[in-house]
Every structure is written in structure tokens, then in C-alpha cells.
């Protein structure tokens, strides 16, 4: 252990002992628009305009107040700035013309200064500009416009999720289903642009929450709670290696008001209820807030059948499956904030987070074994499997801002994650009576603390530095049994079945830089480099030391812009790191289902991806088109590889090695018209070319290179509207076509939902309606896979027809407050996944979570 605070140190050393040698930490210089946007506006010319801002009440400056300088001939934004700590500002280089200048800040109401001309080389003094405080009721504030539903900035695409109106009642998966760029199958698994290795973040925080399974997370998480889903395609090197395919960052709503307020959601519906209840309490430096969400999902139905072809010792085995299932489960989530303005340039925040997940499912499966095309057995299998799992986190985060983009932050985060993935199978005769009994067991625990600090700084105008370093210590144990029933009804251990204890330790030290600049011609650049170096300690029970090596890895990113007539041009390269997750690693030896056994490999290694992406942007009157052409390239990827199980039992055997090679190529294309400030429309669809390229075995028994390519499309529509008295609807539909496999394809899907909302007169509730899938009784999933030795064809028919009723309403009187930096805090977005992907016949979910 000594080796790895060793290597932290020196990493630490090296990144943060020229942040205060080399810039002062004093000064109050006025800050220029923030370097890495979409391109510096600045007209160039010899004129200048200052001014101080202060509160009408006061009479203090008002810190951070934006500037926005416009051009009166053409309405455009052409400069802007924002005030010191005195409330002071200064725009200069200007040309001469006629402007008016836009003055906003959060709690204040907005002042505009008409008429201003200026010549050549004059220098313009506003004097004192005074901004009176808004102090009315939310009830009271009326809205006149929205904001876009999507926002596109120079690393990131923006979904705004608070214009949801059929969010009520749902959960982060209906949220994520309808941003661009996202592609999310029914069972919650998310893909960003056909990869589902990615990192997802809440609040800029990793939670072990998310670790064990991002779909299964996304259901503690209430839709209305979400402000904004950003999806982060070209990662700087401020942000952790892993997550070859990207980054989705979900912000809940927080609020900055003065009072206390309590907000009520609920929602009851055919297949899921729920209900949340969030409060805060703010006076003064201090704010506090405690929130719960539960969430219940019931009348989940599904129907599977399964022909499947296996050739072992030159006998070949036909296996005929059909399965009834169902499977209902509660999500919580529950949570405790403070902070507290230390001085006014210094904060802390600390919070603790709790999540429960017990998913309990059922399945009766009937098996027909053929041999040589003379059936032999028939048999029946009813599972009981129990995911059951509970999260804390826990973090203390402190913020020191010198003076604007200029800051300083030390975060820390402990987190827990216990998991429990059981089944119970009673095995039935010919006579569809209880032969014997069988268990599994499989109890996992993730611990990790991490320790992050970084400092930012502006270099002149029109640069910014960035640096910083990490430390992330986890502990990973997992233990997995089978147990056998015997004649008296007392479970015994399985000796034909595998058993062991896994122990993994996995240290990761870490230090990034990263540098903007901005040039007069409005170019963008933004480039830095990133080195993370990964002990490993791993090690089972009966073998011992597994072998499994040290590794780093260096991680260039550069991302450019150009702004040129009103169209923004991107181009990007970065490379990842793509950590093996607990699924992959854990040995567990999951046969609920018999015929599709899933068994984990604790000796994988990290992949590697290559990204590029070439992006265009352009508002067209009222109509906003982004197009993005990418490519990714990742060696060394770790892939499942199936085959026929040594025993003639027609069984298909799932482990993952690092023998894949993966490419893809296509486009992102999307649309947003807002036909009028009440109405919007979008289109998107996502296409890509794929190719994958790994190993099986073949029939002489070798090991054999196999190859799978073709095209992955999928698109969606949707649309929201808002009406007098408070009346809002929306609409939205995807269709997912044909997802390419290394061993064959999985078959598409569609979703699509409807709502309706009414806001009460004084707008502290509404209630609401929304549908699903409501067309229709069922949808089908059809994959087949392939190889030498093996066939499957398997069809998951889901019930998922739904419609729910939502209410919510507000309590308590809140008043605005000047909001405060906060600090920032742990982001860990590091590890590989598990999305599930292929839903398989049988069930089950095996063993084991991610290893953070």
C-alpha cells in the first residue's frame, strides 16, 4: 500500500505545487468571456465601455452580474463580460456603431441601457448602474418563453430536461430516451452512439449507486428531479480515462432561495408507482436538504422461447425453451445536503446519499433436448432470483474562488455498495414434480475512497490552465456458491458446481493538464494530456494470486472550434480506457438459466479507444441542425465469447476475453424547430457502420478468427407544446433497428409515450396523465447468434403497455438569494458497466457489480 500513496503524492506534487508558485492568488482583473466556448465574439475596434454595478439596496457590487453587449442594427449578441467583486466591468476593443447593452443576474431583475453610440477610440463611462432585487414569490413569476430544449456547447450536447412535461411519474430512463445521441433499449441499458461503455455521472459525481448497473440506477432517480442530461462526446483530460464512449452527466434541480419549501411528487400507474418528497431550508450562509424518492414497478410480464443448436463429440443437441416470467421490484433513494459560505470567496459542501434496490423476478422455464433429432428428455425449471442491493455515499468538498475562473477545490468521496444476486430453481420431472432443489449465492461488497483536488486558472484574456490529481482506492470482494437440496429439505453444498471467493484491489493514481486558447479570429483550442497508472492486487480463494498486472496509460485530447457566419465547427480527438467491471471479472458460475450459463473472467484487461468526431452546428431562422461524423477504434476489446458447453447438454457458455477488435463509423444528425415559443418539434436519428472482430472455437477445436459487420440505425421524433391556464402536452417516438453482434445481431425495438399536464392557477401544483407503448399488446425482441458449433434463435416478448396519473405540489414561501460557487466536487467516471445488452431467454442477472 505504501507504493500507491507513494505514487499519489508525487502525482499530487508535481500537478499542484506550480499552481501557487507560478499565479497569484490576489487581484481582481475583469474577466473576458470564458476561453473554450464555441469561438471569442469580440468585434475588434479602439472603443471602450466600463461601468460599475451595485444592489439598488445595498448599494454593494454585484459580483458576477453578466454583461451582454448588442449590436442595435442586427439584435445580435456581439460581447460580454461579467462583473468583479466591486461590481465593476469594462468591455473594450469595441468598433464604433449603435448598441445597447443587456445587464441580468440571477435574483435581480434585468436592466437595459438603450442608445448607446459609440465612435472611434472613445471611451465610455456607464457610471453606477443599480439592479434592484427581485423578491417576488415563485408563484407569482410568469414565464413568457422557454428556453431550447437542446443546447449544443463546444464538448457537450444539452438536453433540457425540466421542459419534460411528461416527466411526472417517470424515472431517468424516460428522461434519457429522448436525448439525442442516447440510444436506451427497453431494459433501461443505455448505448451513446452504439457503445454502452460509458460513464454516467450525477451531479458530476460518480456513485457507486450507478456502479453495479446503470439501468437498474436510472429507476431510483424521479424524472422531475432532473434539470438538465449532459452528454459529454469529446472528454477533456479533466475527466477520468475510462468510458470509451462517452460521458452522460445528469444535474438535478438544485435552487440558491432563501426560506424553506417542500415539494410533493407522486404517481400511480398499471406497471409502476411512486413517490417523492424533497425539502430544503436555507437562512443565511447556511443550507440544508433532505429528500426521499421510492419507486415500485409491478405487472412486468414477459414470454421467451429459445431454439437453440449445439454440436459437442460430433453429437449434436437441439434444445426447444419457453419461458413465462414476471418481476416486480422497489427502488429508493434517499439523501441529506449542507453547505456553508465559509467567507465569501470560500465554501463547503458535505452530503450523504443512500439508494435501496430490491429487484425480485420469476421465471418457469420448460426444456425440450433432442439428440441426433430423437428427443430424450423433457424437463422444468421455476427460478426465483432476488438483486437486492444498498448504497451510501459520502462526500465533504471544498472550493476556494480567487477571483473569476480562477479556483481552487479539494473533493472527497466514500462510497459502499453491498449486492446480493441469489436464485432459487426447483427442478421438475417428467411428471412436472419437485426433483430437487438448487441455490446460488453470490454476495458482493464495493468500497472506495477517493481524494481529488484541481486548480484552474485564466492567463491573460483568452487562455485558460487547467491541472490536478486523483487518487482512487477500491476493495472488491465477492463470494458465490451452489447449494444442492437434500432428501430432508437441507441445503448442501453443489460439489459438481463451482465455488470461490474473489478479492480485488484496484488502486488508480492520476494527473491531468489541460490548456484553452482563444484566438482573435475565433478559433478554439483546447488540448491536454492525462496519465493514469492502475495497481492490481487481485486473488480467489483455492488459486490464489491471479497474475493480473500493473498498467498505465497516457490520454491525449484535443478539441477545436471555429465560428464562421453563424455555424459552429467542431472537431475532436481523444483516447480512453475502458476498465473490465465486476460482471466480467466475477467467476461466479450463473446457471439459472442451464441453457445459457454466464461465467466471469478476473484475468481481463483494460481496452483501449481510439474517438474522432467532426461536428457542424447552425441556427437556420427558427430551426436548429447539428450534424456529427465520428469514428472509433478500439483494440484489444473485451468481448463475450460463446460456446457449447463440454457436456452434451445443449448448453451455450458465456465468458469475455480480450480478443475483440471494434469499429464503427457513421453520423449524428438532429433537428429542433420551435415553430413558436410554445411549440417545438425534433428529429434525430443515429447511424453507424460497425465491425467486430474476435474469436471462437471451431469444430477441429482451434481457436478461429471470426468477423461481423453491418449497419446499426436508429431514429426518434418528438414534440411539446404549451397552452393557455396552464395546459402543456407532449409527444415522443424511437425505433431502434438491428444492433450488430460479434456472433450474430440482436433485433430492434420501438417506444413511444404521450402526456398531458395541467398546472394549478397559482402554480405550486399540477396533475397529470401520460402513455406508453399503449398501441400495442407486446413487443418482440428476435436475435440470433451463430457459429461453427452453435445456433440460437431466441424471441423476448415484453409486455410493457402502460399509462400512469401524476400529481405534485409545492409548500412554502421562497425568496431569492444572490447563489454562491459551490464547491465542486469527486468525479469518478472510470470503470466499465454493465448494461446487460442481449436480454436472454431463462433470466437472471449474473452475479456480481462493477468494481469502481
Do not use: C
Amino acid at each position: 500500500m505504501k507504493k500507491y500513496f507513494l505514487t499519489l503524492i508525487i502525482i499530487l506534487a508535481v500537478f499542484i505545487s506550480p499552481a501557487f508558485a507560478q499565479f497569484p492568488t490576489g487581484g481582481a482583473a475583469t474577466p473576458k468571456a470564458l476561453p473554450g466556448t464555441a469561438g471569442d465574439q469580440t468585434p475588434k475596434g479602439t472603443a471602450k465601455i466600463s461601468g460599475t454595478i451595485l444592489d439598488s439596496t445595498s448599494s454593494k457590487g454585484v459580483e458576477f452580474a453578466s454583461i451582454a453587449l448588442y449590436n442595435k442594427a442586427t439584435g445580435q449578441a456581439i460581447d460580454g463580460t461579467v462583473a468583479d467583486e466591486k461590481g465593476k466591468f469594462s468591455l473594450t476593443k469595441i468598433i464604433n456603431g449603435d448598441f445597447k447593452i443587456l445587464i441580468s443576474f440571477i435574483g435581480y431583475g434585468n436592466k437595459t441601457i438603450d442608445n448607446i453610440k459609440l465612435g472611434k477610440g472613445q471611451e465610455l463611462d456607464l457610471g453606477t448602474i443599480k439592479l434592484a432585487s427581485n423578491t417576488k414569490t415563485l408563484e407569482e413569476v410568469t414565464v413568457t418563453g422557454q428556453s431550447a430544449l437542446i443546447e449544443e456547447k463546444v464538448d457537450r450536447l444539452v438536453y433540457n430536461a425540466e421542459k419534460d412535461i411528461a416527466a411526472k411519474g417517470g424515472d431517468a430512463t424516460d428522461i434519457l430516451r429522448k436525448v439525442p445521441l442516447l440510444t436506451v433499449d427497453l431494459d433501461g441499458n443505455v448505448s451513446l452512439r452504439g457503445s454502452q461503455n460509458i460513464r454516467v455521472l450525477i451531479n458530476n459525481k460518480p456513485s457507486t449507486i450507478i456502479a453495479s448497473s446503470v439501468a437498474d440506477a436510472l429507476k431510483q432517480i424521479p424524472a422531475d428531479q432532473i434539470k438538465t442530461v449532459e452528454v459529454i462526446t469529446s472528454p477533456s483530460s479533466k475527466y477520468d480515462a475510462e468510458g470509451s464512449g462517452g460521458i452522460i452527466n445528469i444535474i438535478t434541480k438544485k435552487n440558491s432561495l432563501q426560506g424553506l419549501s417542500l415539494n410533493l411528487d407522486s404517481g400511480v400507474g398499471n406497471r409502476g408507482s411512486m413517490l417523492s418528497l424533497n425539502g430544503s431550508y436555507r437562512k443565511g450562509k447556511a443550507g440544508f436538504s433532505l429528500g426521499g424518492f421510492g419507486r415500485g414497478n409491478y405487472n412486468t410480464k414477459t414470454t421467451t422461447s429459445l431454439e437453440q443448436t449445439s454440436i459437442v463429440n460430433d453429437v449434436t443437441t437441439l434444445t426447444s425453451q419457453t419461458g413465462t416470467g414476471s418481476s416486480k421490484g422497489l427502488f429508493g433513494q434517499y439523501n441529506l445536503g449542507f453547505d456553508y459560505d465559509l467567507a465569501k470567496n470560500q465554501s463547503i459542501t458535505a452530503g450523504v446519499r443512500y439508494g435501496v434496490r430490491n429487484m425480485l423476478s420469476q421465471q418457469d422455464l420448460i426444456t425440450k433436448l433432442y439428440e441426433n433429432s430423437k428427443q430424450t428428455s423433457t424437463s422444468g425449471r421455476n427460478v426465483d432470483t432476488k438483486n437486492l442491493s444498498g448504497t451510501v455515499d459520502a462526500n465533504i468538498d471544498y472550493l476556494h474562488t480567487f477571483k473569476p475562473q480562477q479556483e481552487w477545490s479539494v473533493s472527497t468521496l466514500y462510497s459502499r455498495n453491498d449486492l446480493t444476486n441469489n436464485f432459487d430453481a426447483d427442478i421438475l420431472n417428467n411428471n412436472n414434480e419437485i426433483a430437487t432443489r438448487q441455490r446460488n449465492l453470490n454476495k458482493s461488497i464495493n468500497e472506495e475512497f477517493t481524494l481529488q483536488t484541481d486548480y484552474q486558472t485564466p492567463i491573460k484574456k483568452n487562455q485558460l490552465l487547467e491541472f490536478g490529481g486523483k487518487g482512487i482506492f477500491r476493495k472488491v470482494t465477492s463470494g458465490y456458491s451452489y447449494l444442492l437440496a437434500s432428501p430432508t429439505g437441507e441445503y448442501q453444498t453443489d460439489a459438481s458446481q463451482p465455488e470461490g471467493d474473489l478479492l480485488y484491489h484496484q488502486n488508480i493514481a492520476a494527473g491531468y493538464s489541460s490548456y484553452t486558447y482563444t484566438t482573435k479570429k475565433r478559433y478554439t483550442f483546447k488540448g491536454g494530456l492525462r496519465y493514469e497508472h492502475t495497481f492490481i492486487d487481485a486473488s480467489t480463494k483455492d488459486g490464489g494470486s491471479l497474475g493480473v498486472g500493473n498498467y498505465g496509460v497516457l490520454v491525449p485530447s484535443v478539441n477545436a472550434s471555429k465560428t464562421v457566419k453563424g455555424a459552429t465547427l467542431k472537431l475532436g480527438y481523444n483516447r480512453r480506457i475502458q476498465r473490465p467491471g465486476l460482471q466480467q471479472l466475477n467467476p461466479n458460475y450463473n446457471a439459472s438459466n442451464p441453457q445459457n450459463i454466464t461465467i466471469g473472467n478476473p484475468k481481463l484487461r483494460p481496452e483501449l479507444t481510439n474517438n474522432f468526431e467532426v461536428g457542424v452546428s447552425k441556427n437556420i431562422k427558427k430551426t436548429f441542425v447539428n450534424a456529427t461524423f465520428f469514428g472509433r477504434i478500439t483494440n484489444n476489446a473485451i468481448s463475450q465469447v460463446r460456446q457449447p458447453s463440454d457436456s452434451i447438454s445443449g448448453a451455450v457458455v458465456t465468458t469475455y476475453q480480450n480478443v475483440g477488435k471494434q469499429h464503427a463509423y457513421g453520423v449524428n444528425l438532429f433537428a429542433n424547430l420551435a415553430a413558436t415559443t410554445k411549440i417545438n418539434v425534433g428529429l434525430f436519428t443515429n447511424a453507424f457502420y460497425s465491425t467486430l472482430t474476435g474469436q471462437t472455437s471451431g469444430r477441429d477445436g482451434l481457436s478461429k478468427e471470426i468477423t461481423n459487420s453491418g449497419m446499426n440505425i436508429s431514429g426518434g421524433i418528438f414534440s411539446q407544446a404549451t397552452f393557455k391556464n396552464g395546459w402543456g402536452a407532449q409527444a415522443f417516438g424511437f425505433m431502434q433497428g438491428n444492433t450488430i453482434q460479434l456472433q450474430g445481431k440482436q433485433g430492434g425495438f420501438g417506444f413511444y409515450t404521450v402526456g398531458v399536464k395541467k398546472d394549478f392557477k397559482n402554480k405550486k401544483g399540477s396533475v397529470g396523465i401520460a402513455a406508453e407503448n399503449f398501441l400495442a399488446k407486446r413487443y418482440t425482441i428476435h436475435t440470433e447468434l451463430n457459429s461453427e458449433l452453435f445456433n440460437q434463435v431466441n424471441d423476448v416478448h415484453l409486455y410493457n403497455r402502460g399509462i400512469r396519473l401524476t400529481f405534485s405540489y409545492k409548500i412554502g414561501k421562497m425568496t431569492m438569494d444572490t447563489p454562491k460557487r459551490k464547491a465542486k466536487s469527486v468525479n469518478n467516471d472510470d470503470v466499465k458497466s454493465e448494461g446487460g445488452g442481449q436480454t436472454q431467454s431463462g433470466g437472471g442477472t449474473p452475479g456480481g457489480g462493477t468494481p469502481k
